[in-house]
């Protein structure tokens, strides 16, 4: 199969990070699942939030997708509320839908950080690295990217085309 999906995470879907997202999207093909646009609320332990569009979604992408990445505007030194939401919900395919979460052992996940300049901060890949590694996953790598202007730099777009070639 060997496809690849884009999810963004971000509180403006058409932001900075979206100009990213699109840019490789157009760029490569690649599907993109915007989470602002869907309906995930956070993780609880008695499964509340069990009919929203977590799982549809995320059993989706295990049965569509090869290689995830991940792109989440930088908030406040970490990655946004959306994605984190989405990231802890996983626990669901750890708790209940184990079936499911075994599904995403050997898939392939990366990461983009944006922000308004190259100002990402060290550590900021752990909660991913750390994800793949917990769920089986090999970790393609990351990089943090950034738009001026509503623009991306040339220099961004050499950054950006080099990780995704490797893809």
């Known amino acids: 199969m060997n496809k690849t999906i884009i999810i963004q995470g971000s509180a403006r879907p058409k932001g900075d990070t979206n100009t990213i997202v699109n840019y ?23 499964y509340k939030n069990e009919g929203d569009d977590f799982l549809p979604l995320i059993s989706n992408i295990i049965e569509n997708y090869d290689t995830i990445i991940f792109v989440t505007p930088v908030y406040w030194y970490t990655m946004s509320g959306h994605m984190k939401v989405f990231f802890d919900r996983i626990s669901d395919l750890i708790r209940i839908h184990k079936d499911t979460g075994r599904k995403l052992r050997g898939k392939n996940m990366a990461m983009i950080s944006s922000s308004n300049s190259n100002d990402v901060v060290s550590g900021f890949n752990i909660p991913f690295v750390e994800s793949a590694n917990y769920l089986g996953m090999n970790y393609l790598g990351d990089i943090h990217v950034w738009v001026e202007n509503d623009n991306i730099p040339a220099k961004v777009k050499g950054i950006i085309d080099d990780f995704i070639e490797k893809k």
Not at 24 to 46: M, R, T, W
């Open 24 to 46: 490789i999207a157009l760029k490569k093909g690649y599907d993109v699942i915007d989470l602002y646009s869907k309906n995930i609320g956070h993780y609880d332990y008695n």
